[in-house]
């Protein structure tokens, strides 16, 4: 009895968890319009919040629904597009503008369940918001490795932390810059805005016939537009960003995504995705519709000019052409594919010897660069390994380090990026100034560990074991596992819409789980899975192993690499322009010298109730200490540290250094004074040498 009233409480807890963050994350981006607005601050992405949020109000849920898939995938260079081909000025967008459509139609349809309960009080309207037991879990274990990562960051910056500074970032969660403590926030956001596209959709679609309809129309016309986007592109280069790559077939087409590799991840879709739906498809029209759509997505991601995403859907193809000959039930699709090999065989060949040079000419040089480089690789030697291949095994390397490191929970969310420096034990130049990883499944595995990947794989096949007929999950999961294609070899879900995309479907998937599943305990899960075994011992052991080793992980993270206290502040920098020095200052004596004075001013916010502490140092190159002394202030204001060698000594020799210690750091977005990220120590004036 004790057992299962923990797990019911388990249940109680986690069947909210992912309403309460879409609810937190929209009411953040609805803050952030607010003041953007108040500011005289005007975007396209406010425009656009507030045409979903009001589409949401008064249309159909079913073409509100539309609508909002529709606009996701074209949302991130719209405004731009727009601008370009029509001549109309308009607003530009923030960052990660789809953020602004899930927010506002997710608090358009909260408010219309609110007034409908208010309305009819006897009926639970709120019931149909909550997420299924696993998406759940996702957002929790997404919460608690953000709050771990951020703690953790403040932890090795030496930079208080404070709720003050949370909320700020929260309500600017787009301008927060890689390196940033608080980073982390801006993926909490998205995953917790992911939570809310599953739980709209699937509870638009929950009780709707043809309910594939709904979210694979609007998403081949998006489809469409952007292959005729493309091909434009590609001829006249209007609308691509500052460095457009230009090849034989002409410019690298990126449809309405900020880069490449992310429009032809979102191709994949068009190009693969849609069998699913094409087969389970009735209607002759739009089975026609389907086909148009899936060859100008093929063209589209020949013009994105992304060889890898390329090469991966051949490889898809190929698989699934295999599969399909080997599959008893389909013996005449052998006879089909051997008479259409032969065809295209003998027509590729004709044209070949016809326009051998002509077709030649066509062929992208990035493609024949790449396939030179592989020619002449030798496997034996790393560098050029990873030459040919992009730079992309130095990238998977690190992150199996950081996996290696903290196997069960990960760096932390959203730590990848600023953390690549640190694990870049070869000194990979491109991963010196920091990177993401070019494969988004290696990078969850990094930040999030086992724990983090597991709950990931719970969430995405625990539709296939709730729904009886698996048939109809089938359009789904097709499209969900060609965008899972676009990220082995980028990172296409970086650009949170993509990832969004792949929320429509997931949301899809739970459409068809009985709303009477949705609330199931993992615990009922395992036993409807391996009835034979007895869960009521198993699980709660496996809990208490795991609790026990993440606890010890965690705990002991804060005392060794890369997370000791401080690492992150006491690095010696140049001072910044307005002259701000991090936690540790060094400045050469020249042969000669006897000493230093260091003119300083103190501002830090609270030093009366937090004295901060230094050491200021004379060392030579061996790093003995010649001469110290402690230092400790307590308010504002300017100072004049002076330290000379003792004794009326000089300078004799080189690589002799006087250095200024602190005992902390501080970050004003940390506090929420302000949007500054940076680690500051103290502001120091022209040094002196005496």
Known sequence: MIY?????????ALSYIGLTAALIASLYILLNNLDQVVSHLFYFSSFLFLLMFVVGLVAPRKAALGIFVFLV??????????????????????AMVGFDLVASYFLAIFCKYILYSIAVPNVRGMAHLKAAWPVNLVILIISCSTLLAVTRNAWYSAAPLAIAGINLSLMEARGIAWFDDLRPLVDWMAYALSGATIILVSSTLRATHNRNQYIFRPIMAGLFLSGILAIIQNRTGLGLNNSPIFDSLGYAAIGFQPDLHAFAAYTLLGALGLWGYFSLCKGKVEKGFIFIVSILSWIALLLSYSRATQLIALIAVLIFIIFRVFDRKNKLFLVHVLIGALVLMGISTALFFLYQNELLALIPQRNLIMFNDLAGMNLNNFAQINAALSERPAFWLVALRMWQSFPLFGVGQGDFYQLSPLFNFENFPVLRGGENTHNYFLQTLAETGLVGVVTFMIAIITPLFLVKDRRVLMPAAFALFSLFLGNIYAHSFLVRENLLLAAFFLGLMYSYVPLEKLALSPYLFLRAWKPQLSWKWIAPIAGFVLLGLGTREIYTSFSRFPFEYGSNCFVNKPLNEDRWSSGLYEIALPIGSHGVQLPIRMDRP?????????????VDSSNQVLASQALVWRKEGPYILKIDLPNGGVVTGAGVKASLRLSSCWTPRNLGISMDGRRLGVLIDSPIID
Do not use: D, H
């Open 73 to 94: 995938p074209i949302a991130p260079t719209l405004s731009n597009q727009i601008t370009l081909y029509t001549g109309v000025p308009l607003w530009s967008s923030q």
């Open 4 to 12: 299962y009233s923990i797990f019911r409480c388990i249940k109680s």
């Open 606 to 618: 609270n030093i009366q109730n937090t004295p901060l502490s230094a050491t200021l140092e004379i």
